[in-house]
């Protein structure tokens, strides 16, 4: 599995490879929210990305992915494999930020 390739998410959370242009038209209009929190004044984002780059011995899994917006924890990045890894790593990520505020 060589190059670059794109996937959807489907309503039932199942991942389908597609061509860029179907990829394209389903980042502007599909559901691609996993989850998202506000831990104070921090809010975390858990989003479908829907990219698997594989070039030699790199592979880069941008499937899903967790962001924080905020704070000293500002931009921290986390990426997974698939839905239930996103949704237990977003929860991961929201806990860890509530003990560092309190």
Do not use: C
């Amino acid at each position: 599995m060589k190059g670059i390739h794109h996937f959807v998410l489907e309503p039932d959370h199942t991942i389908r490879e597609v061509d860029s242009d179907e990829w394209a038209v389903f980042l502007e209009n599909g559901d691609r929210q996993v989850a998202r929190d506000k831990v104070g004044r921090v809010e975390v984002s858990t989003v479908f990305i829907g990219l698997l780059l594989h070039i030699g011995e790199y592979e880069h899994n941008e499937l899903f992915e967790t962001k924080v917006f905020g704070g000293e924890h500002d931009g921290l990045t986390r990426r997974y494999k698939t839905w239930d890894a996103a949704v237990r790593g977003h929860e991961e990520v929201v806990k860890e930020l509530r003990k560092a505020i309190v």
